[in-house]
């Protein structure tokens, strides 16, 4: 698995006691969520590295995403065949930044101006492979969770999910919170592997293996559409 | 940060990523902070839940509290709530449930709450999540929280990130945090450090608190712990 080459000796001793031990909680009503898969996470130049990617974008994962975004795109084509609900986040900010709180404590280049550079959209649009539909549900955030300070919960229920799936970005940073929001709101978690990508290697491997350890299920895209088609047309 | 205890576990692409983007610099102390230790629990130190380094970690967060102590600085205990049959008990860790549950969340002893520390249960990861906590720490007038304890990127994880989304400054002395996974544990302060919290060494949280003036919240007089009885007493037999 991903996470191999990152734990160390004494992890992967205790791997092989314990296997992995997040809830398998079986997915009978999934939601699709797509995390915060906007310009300012995933850069506007596919093919760039991301060392030159953050110099327009202090929070782009770099060419990573672009490939991760083609996998989402299509579990999203697939959730829209099957009547799947698809829900979005993105982050939201005044203008003036002054909303944006903690976020500023820790990063020299916060508040960077979303538009700091003439031409550049707005970096909180979600990219356009990936346009929300009418049908769709977006939720605007100032945190990681998606459910922190919005009605994702409620959102879910009305739509009679049992679980989610987690795409989007970063893996360690919004789709972790999230993961462990909605595990404690009951829901069952599995985070897409390849739909799944984050500025820092490591912090996208570990990320998966907590959720894989504590929270639920990890999967890759190519396993989630044969479960996923099971489930909804039944 | 080629110091960090996290640098081993990281790549050179990612050294230089977090670098450029920006993150990792240091935030603020809480002017007002509570010292909050998650699960610092009998069941990490000893049994079949016992967690390497859990025991070390556990006396340097005394060592924290007993210098809150020393200025009146609020010390709130947090572990899990749980009923003697475990129905409801946070075993998502990566813990298999113990077979007595109750006993398993007892606190260390070197950590057992003191008449004016705060005790909180929780039931889910975070201590925040459907919890009265936030409403304590209002009353309290805290602004931040000094977070140690475990597991790092379990409980105190969720919490901290729970703390940063409410605006509040974290801070984490990272010897007394404990974790079952190696690479778990560098990645979580890692993260933490790179966006949401202050991680940094015992003895540098415990000469800041010390620094703050004394006697600057009004704490509660003192009262014993109550572990609320959960689970309803089985009705004695009617004949």
Redesign the interface.
Known sequence: MI?DE???D??RA?LRL?GL???KRPARRPALLVIDVSWAFAGDRRDED??ES??RW??SCGRESWQAIERISELVAKARQQSMPVLYSTGRARADSWDI???A??????PTPMRDHAGQPDGNEIVPPLAPQPEDIIVYKR???AF??VPMASHLRRLGCDSVLLTGTTT??CVR?TA??A??HGFGVTAIADGCFD?????HA??L??IA???GTVSQSDQSYARTREVWSS | MSDHIWCRFLTERDKKVFAAAGYGVRGHFPTRPAVFLVDCNQGHVSGAGACPGASEAIEQAARVAEAARSRGIPVIHATGAVRADGWDAVNRDGVVLPSDPVAEQEFASVLTPLPRDIVVRRHAPSVFFETDLMSLLNLLGADGLVIAGGKTAGALRATAIDAFSLNLRVTIPHEACFDLWEASHALALCDLNAKHADVMPCKEVCDLLTALPAGIFDLPQGAPDQRLELMPARPKDVR
């Open positions: 996470w990152f734990l160390s004494a992890d205790r314990t031990t997040g809830p991301i060392l953050i110099r202090p929070n709180g903690g976020w404590w820790k990063n020299s280049r916060t945190k990681p969770s922190f300070g360690s940073g919170a462990v929001d595990f404690s500025r820092s290697q490591a912090s570990m990320a293996f907590d350890m504590r929270y």
